[in-house]
């Protein structure tokens, strides 16, 4: 089977750095998408790991280490608007079209 | 136009009505995906359609029948709901079924569904 594991609730003050973990045990894996969703709007994509090692985009960057199972999801110089809930998900089934999510870490950035 | 769009954004139906939702995208993508999602909770994959035939099927209840008539549309056709439908219902697309995982997909901004 399939699990995605990551903290439900996070704070942290704006301007600060915030990593949010992701672990999943699965039969397979195809990379590990981060998703970015704020309250009554559609998920955004964020990023995809697939080999180990860090990956940045501006402010945001993910890790991935395939021998751990575990990613994580590093945000610098918070700001009021990254307050939102952010989805770990991987990629399986035939064809890597089943996107499973883990429950989602909802992160309210403070002043 | 990198953009999924969905209407209706809101519908409120009896549970004797039928509706349906539609889902459009332009961007040439072949795989195409309802979700389901509760408040404060993960969206939750219903069905996906891989080059407009129905490819995945997480033992939906029947109420709920898709359709994907053509490569930029996508209906959901909504019959005798339970209130515990109600949820907000998302589509998405992504590029290419079959390549390894990194297609990322492209979320339309959902119906909110009121089942009463």
């Known amino acids: 089977g399939q699990n995605i594991d990551q903290p439900t609730e996070m704070t942290a003050t704006e301007g600060a750095i915030v990593q949010i973990n992701c672990t999943y045990q699965?039969?397979?894996?195809?990379?590990l998408f981060w998703y970015q969703q704020h309250a009554g709007e559609a998920p955004t994509f964020l990023s995809y790991?697939?080999?180990?090692g860090l990956e940045e985009k501006g402010r945001f960057s993910s890790f991935l280490s395939r021998s751990k199972g575990y990613s994580y999801l590093l945000l610098k110089e918070l700001q009021m608007k990254d307050s939102a809930s952010y989805l770990c998900a991987a990629p399986f089934g035939s064809g890597y079209n089943k996107l499973i999510f883990g429950a989602g870490t909802r992160l309210a950035v403070h002043p | 136009d990198t953009e999924v769009t969905q209407t209706p954004k809101h519908l409120v139906m009896g549970m004797t009505n039928k509706k349906s939702l539609k889902c459009e995208q332009h961007m040439g993508h072949r795989a195409m995906y309802w979700y389901k999602q509760k408040a404060k909770k993960p969206p939750e994959l219903m069905f996906v359609y891989s080059y407009e035939k129905l490819s995945i099927n997480e033992s939906v209840p029947s109420r709920f029948s898709p359709e994907c008539p053509n490569s930029s549309h996508l209906f959901l056709h909504l019959h005798t709901l339970q209130p515990e439908d109600s949820a907000l219902y998302l589509c998405?697309?992504?590029?290419?079924?079959?390549?390894?995982?990194?297609?990322?997909?492209?979320f339309g901004p959902g119906t909110r569904l009121t089942v009463t």
């Open positions: 699965t039969s397979g894996f195809n990379g």
């Open positions: 998405a697309s992504s590029h290419t079924p079959g390549r390894r995982g990194e297609d990322e997909q492209y």
């Open positions: 790991n697939v080999l180990d």
